[in-house]
T-cell receptor, first 114, second 115 residues
Framework: KNQVEQSPQSLIILEGKNCTLQ??????????LRWYKQDTGRGPVSLTI?????NTKSNGRYTATLDADTKQSSLHITASQLSDSASYIC?????????????FGAGTQVVVTP | DAGVIQSPRHEVTEMGQEVTLRCKPI?????LFWYRQTMMRGLELLIY????????DSGMPEDRFSAKMPNASFSTLKIQPSEPRDSAVYFC?????????????FGPGTRLTVL
């Protein structure tokens, strides 16, 4: 069973609107949680990284939150732009910093329409 | 910096043929990773190296897959013989573990189609 579940699988939003993506994980304890943005035909690019003790991190119009008690993270996109159309992937690093144990979510496909 | 460089960007081959994917990591990075991405399974870590030494290859699907890193600036992922189920996008990523940062920088990927 995947230890990182993302929802929704996909969503369509109007340009200028806000949206929130969810990431639920069972990995525990963990070292850090990262959100990646992957444009079509390109490799993932890191948006934010949070350690287990942080509960929010921003990168421009992207804000990630983390609730270690409920094992949930969210990525909020403010005032969406057409360039935000991409897949957003949640990745959790288990404690022990073992690269081989990274847990990937399946991603949320976001489409921003004019 | 040019970032992680992968070649070829696209590869179409017939079942049974040997396929070699290439990667040049970011200069100075000490970790190199090979990933496979499919619609069904998402991103999967295949193998990673630290200072050119393979550390964990538990994600390599089977003996048909092999990876090498002869020096700090070059790595290959080879599939021999290739099968249609190997069709996927293969990413190479590199990282420098410093100061608690674990950010990986991904290349553009190689889209492999096995007919």
């Amino acid at each position: 069973k995947n230890q990182v579940e993302q929802s929704p699988q996909s969503l369509i939003i109007l340009e200028g609107k806000n949206c929130t993506l969810q990431c639920n994980y069972t990995v525990s304890p963990f070292s850090n949680l990262r959100w990646y943005k992957q444009d079509t035909g390109r490799g993932p690019v890191s948006l934010t990284i949070m350690t287990f003790s942080e509960n929010t991190k921003s990168n421009g119009r992207y804000t990630a939150t983390l609730d270690a008690d409920t094992k949930q993270s969210s990525l909020h996109i403010t005032a969406s732009q057409l360039s935000d159309s991409a897949s957003y992937i949640c990745v959790v690093t288990p404690i022990g910093d073992s690269w081989g144990k990274l847990q990937f979510g399946a991603g949320t496909q976001v489409v921003v329409t004019p | 910096d040019a970032g992680v460089i992968q070649s070829p960007r696209h590869e179409v081959t017939e079942m049974g043929q040997e396929v070699t994917l290439r990667c040049k990591p970011i200069s100075g990075h000490d970790y190199l990773f090979w990933y496979r991405q499919t619609m069904m399974r998402g991103l999967e870590l295949l193998i990673y190296f630290n200072n050119n030494v393979p550390i964990d290859d538990s994600g390599m699907p089977e003996d048909r897959f092999s990876a090498k890193m002869p020096n700090a600036s070059f790595s290959t992922l080879k599939i021999q013989p290739s099968e249609p189920r190997d069709s996927a996008v293969y990413f190479c990523a590199s990282s420098l573990r410093r100061g608690g940062s674990y950010e990986q920088f991904f290349g553009p990927g190689t889209r492999l189609t096995v007919l």
